[in-house]
């Protein structure tokens, strides 16, 4: 038992170390290829379950218990490797954002034309009516970063990126109506 002496608790842990490392063997390196350092993951787990044991309701066995934590930050650290070589900041790496690939990519019609207009109103809004930390977001967003990705970049947590991003929407469709733009032209537009 985790909560007993000494002797008990270390054989526990030594149990509930080799059991989490068993499952997320199977369960992560087979599915994603095995770009985990697994004692990593399950050392952060073994210290996420110590600092959360009084949590534990009984409501599961305490091993789904432990794995779904493990379970978590090993796909958090997944989430992290695959991520990392995207920017916030659209100066950095290539300097641009699936936005701005987007622009020009088409033919010469006029659908793609109009849709080219719209994409470049949009990046002109982004960068002139938003806030630094509501384009890093929005930006984010765009280039399919997970919310809880963008928080850590930017130093915040989920509920103030969901809170920048929605203000940001706000932003652009008023920026879009101003110019004569309704979201209905965007979303006609641009699927």
Same mark, same amino acid.
């Given at each position: 038992?985790?909560?007993?002496?000494?002797?008990?608790?270390?054989?526990?842990?030594?149990?509930?170390?080799?059991?989490?490392?068993?499952?997320?063997?199977?369960?992560?390196?087979?599915?994603?290829?095995?770009?985990?350092? +697994?004692? #990593?993951?399950?050392? &952060? $787990?073994?210290?996420?379950? *110590? /600092?959360? !044991?009084?949590?534990?309701?009984?409501?599961? %066995?305490?091993?789904?218990?432990?794995?779904?934590?493990?379970?978590?930050?090993?796909?958090?650290?997944?989430?992290?490797?695959?991520?990392?070589?995207?920017?916030?900041?659209?100066?950095?790496?290539?300097?641009?954002?699936?936005?701005?690939?987007?622009?020009?990519?088409?033919?010469?019609?006029?659908?793609?034309?109009?849709?080219?207009?719209?994409?470049?109103?949009?990046?002109?809004?982004?960068?002139?009516? +938003?806030? #630094?930390?509501?384009? &890093? $977001?929005?930006?984010?967003? *765009? /280039?399919? !970063?997970?919310?809880?990705?963008?928080?850590? %970049?930017?130093?915040?947590?989920?509920?103030?990126?969901?809170?920048?991003?929605?203000?940001?929407?706000?932003?652009?469709?008023?920026?879009?109506?101003?110019?004569?733009?309704?979201?209905?032209?965007?979303?006609?537009?641009?699927?």
């Amino acid at each position: 038992m985790l909560t007993a002496d000494s002797a008990q608790r270390e054989r526990a842990l030594e149990d509930l170390r080799d059991f989490l490392l068993r499952g997320l063997n199977r369960s992560l390196t087979q599915c994603y290829g095995g770009q985990l350092d +697994l004692e #990593d993951v399950v050392q &952060m $787990a073994l210290v996420k379950i *110590l /600092d959360s !044991l009084e949590s534990f309701r009984g409501q599961s %066995r305490f091993t789904t218990w432990a794995m779904s934590i493990a379970v978590r930050i090993g796909i958090s650290q997944l989430r992290r490797h695959y991520f990392r070589d995207v920017s916030l900041d659209p100066g950095s790496a290539d300097g641009k954002s699936s936005l701005e690939l987007s622009i020009g990519t088409s033919g010469p019609s006029d659908e793609s034309a109009s849709r080219n207009s719209v994409l470049s109103l949009l990046q002109t809004l982004i960068d002139t009516e +938003l806030t #630094d930390r509501q384009r &890093m $977001a929005i930006r984010g967003t *765009l /280039d399919g !970063l997970p919310v809880e990705e963008i928080a850590v %970049r930017m130093s915040s947590n989920r509920n103030a990126v969901y809170k920048l991003v929605h203000d940001a929407r706000l932003r652009l469709r008023e920026g879009f109506e101003a110019r004569g733009v309704t979201m209905e032209d965007v979303l006609e537009t641009i699927s």
